[in-house]
């Protein structure tokens, strides 16, 4: 009998535990929450540059001759949504068609105003600043070393309008004669 009661005892104390188990879990429960806050989007801004030559040369000029000169604009617009850095630097390369193997870029002059009127062929465009003025073939080549706007920050819905000059120096020997240069000018926005 001794074993009984003992098994009974053990019985009610284990049912006891579970009891409280059972309770102390559904108490638990009863007092848990929760709050969620969803719907969240997170989107880069942009940086966009874009210009009006409609895929146009700024120059495509034959015959060009010591001291003489072409001049064309073209206008830059920005309309990213990030406040934007812009610079402008080239590539140029010269050929060595003329007689005497001697190319035309080190005797191209070129001179870059910034106006913040005007389009490209130069229609309206006034009151610039000159932000270059020396031979094509030191133009900087990278953005680093790119000639900045006379704006310091670009924002949203900024247009800028550059007319370049370029001039053959009086100094151009006879050996250039014939001979060619390409230029591909390039403006770049960082975002600030």
Known sequence: MRLTRRASRLTIVAALVAAVVTVAGSTWAAFTGTTANSGNTLVAGSVVLSDDDSGSALFS??????????????QVSYTGSLPATVRLFASATSDTTGPSGTGLLDYLRVRVEESSTGSFGCAGFG????IWDTSVSTFPTTYAGGFPSALSSWPTGTSR?????????????DSSDGSSATATFTWEAHNT
């Open 161 to 173: 309008t550059y007319r370049f000059t370029v001039t053959v120096e009086p100094t151009v020997p």
């Open 61 to 74: 000029t034959g015959g060009l001759k010591p001291n003489a000169s072409v001049v064309n604009c073209v």
């Open 127 to 130: 009151s610039p600043a000159t």
